[in-house]
RNA sequence: GACCGAUUGGCGCAGUUGGCUAGCGCGUCUGCAUGACACGCAGAAGGUCACAGGUUCGAGUCCUGUAUCGGUCACCA
């Protein structure tokens, strides 16, 4: 076996390793296992990379530790799924594609909208360029996936938009509709100006700016009629007790001052308010203020919210307290605040912005008076432009408009996609009731009791799912928690064309603006009767649901009673049509003049649906089919089963030209093509009848007769898919090529069945905690509205979460792009190898919330690394090599029954007894997913404990002794297995070579050999309980130590390690360490040990509190060298053996520590005076 | 402002119910081509566990406070 290179070089074996995993199919998972009680499941979903990018680091560790826990519990014989798939990443992927095409000289989506208001199909357009981009990066994300050794089901790799996904969220969004679990309502949402769509609150990050505070002054005026003005003057004020007032010539025209941050939103201002209590609010009651330029006259409202500043009672501790000056302007269009007193006191709302956020009169400003110098500009222009016309105008020709400007930093919440202030911008939007029961309540139930703090939606253990989902580590519970409390509801539509189109219908065309005008929906009245019919038929039929939407209230129109129908307000209805394909209700809809609603999902509602889409639900009782039903003759080259509803056989054929007719046509095609071709079969299609499955499961037949396939109306078309590779056809000299999952897909195949039953809930969740409230709490909600039974929870996605830390570069910073302190995983795997980087990162994942990786640049190659790799690079090595010399030891051993117990030296006891130690501290870590005590252990597993002590001690014997060998290759077996979760490939690479080497065994350890002919499908070793054996631990560690105490003295003196020492120890102890003296002969490079005293010159060491000499050391020995060494080693022992009196001279010590702590101590005690008198007395003979 | 973390040799980190004579890897220093491995072997040096109090027979570990650094949430008068 020396035909091995010296090392490990990852590149040789990786491809080839990957190759013989996809071959043997052992990552793919079997619900029929599960559903048949064969095995139990272990399952995990991927978090769904964004499709806006190549995967980084923090992608690697985050499915580098998925891998380990899906190997290790592969191994220990569970059907293990891990669904693999990406996210579409609606917002980021749009604004990404965006950004690419414009730096390409390419139109920007700005450019298609322009073209879609004109009238052009522009949006298909620019959805097909995402489309594009999607497609390049789901495979370089696959690809990398599979770089990095993920063993996912491969064949069962879902997109947030493929049509399962789609499936989902369709019956998703139907379902919270009818339930009134979705409605429409305008608001102000958090609006981003460049990318125009709303924002969910948690889509806002909030950032420190530093701004400024603006005193601006606005006249008092009298109500006058419009167009007049009548202005307030100080000696009416002073009249009125408005303190200060006198101090002003009592002429003059009198002022209020007001505070700002955004004085560009002055223009609409509806009113100012004025705390009730505050002096100066009776004063003004009843006047009006008139804003500068606009002209308009808005009035002052009193209202509590208003803080009043220090010197007119208000609180010196609120830092608000200390800048306000107790007016404030009310802009209910444009502040959250201000929205909430306009709704206290009946407000105008005017929206002065258009989209963009720029000054706008077309998006519900009218007055604009002399303000028209704003109009057009950008937010930051028009604030400087009202600053500077503040500034230049004054009141009596003496006070500047402009009071004060002071520096004030303060909080802004910006966009998390483009970084720019969110704009508080009314509009319309759909919103999905999350403080509701059955979403909020239900997610905060499936909390684990222990790890609750509040008591509010406690957990019913009686129900399934309550009381079940547990945070590792804990601490993150509290984020989980504490997120639902202060939740509000959810806003789920986003004004962007890359997502799933919201399935609305309506008659108003989606009213971004504040304004709206509604046609006029008086001559539908009278023509309306049968179309309402109609509705309410398809209504009836579970095919639509519709509702009036006023704000967060709905009324469904079936509720509505036929002499209200009259005044019913058609404006704001919303139809909702369930199937996508439902093209009869979709047209008769449409044909009523309502049209789809433009805008699409936030991404994370397709993401929530996650553990359910995955999975196969809504249709998650499709039947299971064994591929021996859909081909009889060779089932073994099948790697996917599809299986559809459909109905009749006229249902199934169709009509040519549409959809279903392509899907025959086609089926017919790939069936035979390999009679064409001569290759092998593409696929095999049988019919069944759902009645007959049903009834008979997988022993049902096929239906072969054309007269039974006619007759039956349950039909249930499965598909055997026998390649994952895209087939060319050539048909009338066209070629086509044919993706055959994709293809069925799109025609509602689905490969699902039996997932959902068998593999939910899920195992666990492993992810970073920045997407705790965005996708856990939300998957939560979901799955256990939509598992919904008997009106009670559900039952929820996951067991357990498990967050992990994020990858920080060496200084704390987060990595990123334009930092340029990224590592790209593709790299390490370029220049360590896939393994070295897998054991890092498993390695450094402390329960900590950050991990840190010093990030170095090599020059040569411009790439980022870090040398923290080269850890695993030499841990690997380090494996390589030992099975090398492991498997020269080999050479020529054959089978046989396994060896005894009674045969095996004490090395081999010894080494099983770590194994099982070891496969103890695995499993542990595994359950409380702590990964590095998991490579540790491994680490010291093979390094410390098989490489420095095992191996070197069988090397004089193992070549001649049977048991050696035997322990040996079942040793280094069940090493590679432990290690294999963790460095797949090496492992792997190295079990082909062992698994030529034949032998026995050994007794207590069980090697269950591979289902799929693959490390990765082996079992997990069983340690039976003998192996641990305390004796030969405690007889290897008494080799071990007096090895190390031989060893040291051998470096202070500086022996040669090729020099063969002669040690000299008391007669006891040469007789009772007996045969294992040679253990430590081997160990120590020592040629005799005796018990007869040194003859020529000698070094003293101590052994267990005995001196002991070692000889032969050199031809001459340095005695003050000892001396010097011997009183260093004294001195530390004195220090300690103070510290061990002083302990047990402590009284309380003695009488309250735990007895056997006491005798420890006192052993120690005994140890140590020993040690020193041993010292002593070489330093007397020393002289 | 509220909450959650972190602070342990030069660097990166362990240290799970207090029992520690504080571990590991990198780096440093000494010696070494020894029957796999120099991506290695045998050794060594290096820490008053951020600081101040407290609880306890005993504190890196528990409590209180302070400082510094991260993070999350709130706050745009």
């Not at 799933?500 to 989606?510: A, E």
Request: aromatic residues 8%.
């Amino acid at each position: 076996m020396t035909d091995l290179p010296k090392a490990y070089t990852p590149a040789d074996h990786e491809p080839r390793v990957r190759e013989r995993w996809d071959d043997s199919r052992a990552f793919h998972a079997d619900p029929g296992r599960v559903l048949s009680g064969e095995a139990r499941p272990y399952t995990v979903l991927i978090p769904p990379p964004n499709v806006t990018a190549a995967l980084h680091l923090g992608h690697a560790l985050n499915n580098t530790l998925q891998d380990v826990l899906v190997r290790a519990h592969r191994m220990k014989g569970y059907e293990t799924l891990w669904m693999p798939g990406t996210d579409h990443a609606g917002i980021a992927t749009q604004t990404v594609v965006d950004k690419r095409l414009r730096e390409a000289g390419e139109p920007g989506i700005a450019e298609y909208k322009r073209r879609e208001a004109e009238g052009e199909p522009a949006r298909e357009e620019f959805v097909a360029k995402v489309q594009a981009w999607k497609d390049e990066y789901k495979a370089r994300i696959t690809d990398q996936l599979k770089a990095m050794g993920c063993s996912c089901d491969w064949s069962r790799q879902r997109f947030t938009m493929d049509e399962i996904c789609a499936r989902a969220v369709r019956e998703a969004f139907f379902r919270l509709f009818k339930d009134g679990l979705i409605y429409r309502g305008k608001r102000l949402v958090n609006w981003d100006p460049v990318t125009q769509t709303a924002l969910a609150d948690d889509e806002v990050e909030s950032r420190d700016v530093d701004g400024h505070f603006y005193f601006l002054r606005y006249p008092l005026v009298h109500e006058a009629a419009p167009g007049d003005h009548n202005p307030v003057t100080w000696e009416e004020l002073a009249a009125r007790g408005y303190p200060g007032a006198e101090e002003h010539p009592g002429d003059d025209e009198a002022w209020i001052t007001i505070a700002t941050t955004r004085p560009e939103t002055y223009l609409g201002d509806t009113a100012v308010a004025v705390n009730p209590k505050d002096p100066r609010a009776t004063a003004v009651r009843g006047m009006k203020v008139q804003l500068p330029l606009v002209g308009r006259v808005i009035p002052i409202v009193e209202d509590d919210y208003v803080v009043m500043p220090v010197k007119y009672g208000g609180d010196e501790n609120d830092p608000t307290a200390l800048m306000a000056t107790g007016f404030l302007k009310v802009t209910p269009a444009h502040y959250q605040n201000d929205w909430e007193i306009g709704n206290r006191h009946d407000l105008e709302r005017i929206n002065i912005m258009a989209p963009d956020a720029s000054i706008s009169d077309q998006h519900g400003w009218e007055d604009v008076g002399y303000a028209h110098i704003f109009v057009g500009l950008s937010r930051k222009d028009a604030r400087k432009k009202v600053v500077e016309e503040f500034q230049a105008r004054t009141l009596n020709d003496a006070h500047p408009l402009l009071e004060d400007i002071k520096p004030h930093r303060h909080a802004v919440g910006h966009s998390y996609r483009s970084h720019v202030p969110v704009e508080p911008y009314l509009s319309d939007q759909w919103y999905c009731k999350v403080t509701d029961d059955r979403l909020r309540g239900y997610a905060q139930r499936a909390l684990k009791t222990e790890q609750r703090t509040s008591q509010t939606h406690a957990a019913d253990t009686r129900i399934e799912g309550d009381s079940d989902v547990t945070f590792y580590p804990p601490r993150y519970a509290k984020t989980y928690e504490t997120w639902h409390d202060d939740l509000r509801d959810w806003c789920i539509s986003r004004q962007l064309w890359w997502g799933h189109r919201i399935p609305v219908w309506s008659l108003r065309q989606l009213e971004r603006e504040s304004h709206f005008d509604p046609p006029h929906g008086a001559e539908l009245k009278s023509t309306m009767r049968p179309l309402v019919d109609r509705l309410l038929e398809l209504e009836r039929g579970g095919r639509i649901s519709a509702i009036r939407h006023f704000d967060s209230i709905g009324v469904p129109l079936v509720s509505v009673r036929p002499e209200e129908m009259v005044n019913f307000d058609w404006q704001e209805l919303s139809v909702c049509v369930l199937n996508e394909w439902d093209s009869e209700a979709i047209e008769f809809v449409e044909s009523m003049g309502f049209t789809q609603d433009p805008d699409v999902l936030d991404t994370w509602f397709s993401s929530a649906l996650w553990a359910l889409s995955t999975l196969g639900w809504p249709n998650a009782d499709l039947p299971r089919f064994h591929p021996k039903q859909i081909d009889q003759g060779d089932d073994s080259t099948v790697n996917a089963v599809y299986a559809k509803r459909v109905g009749t056989w006229k249902d199934f054929i169709g009509v040519d030209g549409e959809k279903s007719g392509e899907l025959i046509d086609t089926l017919l095609v790939l069936r035979d093509l390999h009679k064409k071709t001569g290759g092998e079969p593409v696929l095999a299609y049988q019919l069944f009848s759902e009645a007959d499955l049903e009834a008979n499961g997988q022993a049902a037949m096929p239906l072969l007769a054309p007269d039974d396939i006619q007759q039956a109306t349950d039909l249930v078309c499965a598909v055997a898919v026998k390649t994952t590779e895209p087939v060319k056809v050539v048909k009338r000299s066209v070629e086509t090529v044919h993706d055959i999952p994709a293809f069925l897909l799109s025609h509602g195949f689905q490969d699902t069945a039996g997932l959902l039953a068998a593999f939910n809930p899920t195992s666990v969740l492993c992810t970073a905690r920045e997407i705790i409230t965005l996708w856990v709490s939300r998957m939560v909600m979901f799955n256990r509205y939509f598992l919904e039974h008997d009106g009670k929870p559900g039952q929820h996605p996951f067991h357990d979460v498990f967050i992990h830390a994020m990858i920080q570069d060496g200084e704390g910073r987060k990595m990123s792009k334009s930092l340029g302190n990224g590592v790209d995983p593709l790299d390490i795997i370029d220049s360590h190898g896939t393994d070295s980087m897998r054991f890092t990162l498993v390695q450094m994942t402390t329960n900590t919330q950050d991990v840190r990786m010093p990030v170095e640049r090599d020059e040569t190659t411009g790439k980022n690394t870090s040398p923290k790799f080269d850890l695993g690079r030499n841990f690997c090595n380090k494996l390589w090599n030992a099975a090398r010399f492991a498997l020269s030891m080999l050479e020529g051993t054959t089978a046989g029954t396994p060896v005894p117990r009674g045969d095996l030296t004490l090395p081999d006891k010894w080494l099983l007894t770590r194994i099982a130690r070891t496969e103890a501290l695995l499993t542990d870590a595994l359950t409380k997913y702590t990964f590095k005590e998991f490579a540790d252990a491994c680490y010291d597993l093979l390094w410390r404990d098989f490489c420095d002590w095992y191996l070197e001690a069988i090397k004089p014997t193992v070549k001649a002794s049977a048991a050696q060998q035997a322990t040996l290759r079942a040793g280094l077996d069940a090493i590679l297995r432990l290690l294999h979760p963790m460095i797949p490939f090496v492992t792997e690479t190295i079990a082909e070579k062992l698994g030529e080497v034949a032998s026995p065994g050994v007794e207590g350890l069980t090697l269950t050999p591979a289902r799929r002919g693959c490390l990765a499908s082996a079992g997990w070793p069983e340690c039976d309980a003998s192996l641990l054996d305390e004796v030969a631990e405690a007889r290897l560690e008494r080799i071990r130590s007096l090895a190390a105490e031989i060893n040291t003295t051998r470096a202070k003196h500086q022996v040669k390690p090729k020099r063969k020492i002669t040690v000299h120890l008391s007669a006891s102890l040469v007789e009772d360490l007996g045969t294992d003296a040679d253990y430590v002969r081997t160990l120590a490079g020592v040629e005799t040990i005796t018990a007869d005293a040194p003859a020529g010159d000698a070094v003293a060491f101590v052994f267990e509190g005995a001196e002991c000499k070692a000889s032969d050391l050199a031809d001459a020995v340095d005695a003050e060298q000892e001396k010097a060494a011997l009183g260093t080693e004294l001195a530390k022992l004195e220090k300690q053996l103070k510290t061990l009196d002083g302990r047990l001279s402590n009284p309380g010590y003695v009488e309250k520590a735990p007895e056997k702590m006491v005798n420890e101590t006192k052993q120690q005690r005994a140890e140590t005076a020993e040690r020193i008198d041993a010292i002593r007395a070489r330093l007397g003979e020393l002289g």
